[in-house]
């Protein structure tokens, strides 16, 4: 009898892993909410108190924002138009393209 390596896709196997990235990607979603929340109570000032310079927490505040609204967008809170690269935007804090 043969040995079979790896794993065998199945209908299930391939079901469970849509849910759980459906689900981690609504997950992210509504923790990126709470952050921009959270960032948006701290200002300015509690920025530059955490070691931010006015810049730095402009640019942060930014980000926040950009993440808050991919998240609205996918929660269907908001509508994206125009189009507008999330990730072109994002890529100073994302680093290296994670795909390779």
């Not at 709470?34 to 509690?46: C, E, L, P, T």
Request: charge should be negative.
């Amino acid at each position: 009898m043969a040995t079979v390596l790896g794993t065998n896709t199945s209908g299930d196997a391939l079901n469970t892993k849509l849910c759980a990235l459906a689900q981690d990607l609504a997950n992210v979603a509504y923790e990126s909410i709470k952050f921009a929340a959270y960032v948006d109570g701290q200002g300015q000032s509690g920025l530059q108190a955490a070691g931010m310079d006015t810049a730095g927490a402009t640019a942060f505040q930014a980000a926040t924002d950009y993440l808050k609204t991919v998240a609205q967008v996918f929660l269907g809170q908001v509508a994206q138009t125009p189009a507008f690269n999330f990730s072109s935007a994002l890529a100073n804090y994302i680093g290296p393209d994670p795909q390779g």
